[in-house]
């Protein structure tokens, strides 16, 4: 199972949100590249970035800084926030970032999905943000009437490579993941699914690393803070019973 460092950007720094809310930001750093190398010191083989003003706004605004990282690092990179067409897809697949995270779009406009699927095999990811199994979009402001796994399912069809399944309710609250809700993702598709939210101590990666088939988890708080070492967290998670 991958573990993943999260840097999520908001007016170019390194910030992370309580459950979401724009108005509940934590700066972390002001140079987002050296979080990026200092998790990439760490063991990390992959990188999640959100561009929070892009997920809010629906254009992005944080290229620069997503550039600026790329080219500091050498792992790989996944991207996701305000990515509303194939101009953006192709402009951060020119810089260098290896995949791509579609949301509120999947919902939206599910042609650009199987468009960009096409354009870039095995490159797109889908990102399911859910409260009480249903989906949430535009930086979590609007809950829509869709179901979270209908909606995986539709995306995998499509020709995703991958799903991004973040529990609303934990993310950013270091309560622990919903591993119920992530286990019946992870057997509502065939493709890999990456869990996200409330991961804050290596017992919940323990947790997690038992899931059956579960691909990968996001963690960002809890390093940030303190409370789960990423290094720790990566030996658990290559020594998994589902070792990727």
């Known amino acids: 199972m991958h573990i993943i460092p999260a840097i999520d950007l908001k007016g170019g720094k390194c910030?992370?949100?309580l459950q979401g809310k724009e108005d509940a930001v934590t700066v972390y750093s002001d140079d987002p590249s050296s979080t990026a190398k200092l998790w990439q010191s760490r063991g990390a083989r992959l990188l999640h970035i959100v561009d929070?003003?892009?997920a809010f706004t629906g254009d992005q605004k944080n290229l620069a800084a997503i550039r600026r990282v790329r080219e500091s690092v050498v792992m790989e990179i996944e991207v996701g926030g305000g990515i509303r067409d194939l101009q953006k897809i192709d402009e951060l697949i020119s810089i260098g970032i290896n995949r791509i995270i579609l949301g509120t779009v999947a919902v939206e406009k599910p042609s650009l999905v199987s468009e960009a699927c096409r354009r870039?095999?095995?490159r797109i990811l889908v990102g399911i943000d859910a409260r009480n199994g249903k989906v949430a979009v535009k930086g979590w402001v609007e809950i829509t009437s869709t179901d979270a796994k209908d909606l995986a399912k539709d995306s995998?069809?499509?020709g995703a490579a991958g799903?991004?399944?973040t529990d609303i309710a934990t993310d950013?609250?270091?309560?622990?993941p919903n591993t119920k809700a992530i286990e019946e993702m992870v057997h509502t598709v065939t493709v890999p699914v990456i869990a996200s939210g409330g991961i804050s101590s290596l017992q919940d990666i323990k947790r997690l690393a038992e899931i059956e088939g579960l691909w990968g988890a996001i963690t960002g708080k809890a390093i940030y803070e303190g409370s789960l070492d990423l290094r720790e967290a990566i030996e658990i998670g290559d020594n998994s019973h589902y070792a990727c």
Request: without cysteine; glycine residues 20%.
């Open 156 to 158: 995998a069809a499509r």
């Open 163 to 165: 799903i991004i399944y």
């Open 52 to 54: 929070l003003d892009g």
């Open 172 to 176: 950013g609250m270091m309560t622990g």
């Open 15 to 17: 910030v992370r949100l």
């Open 120 to 122: 870039y095999p095995g």
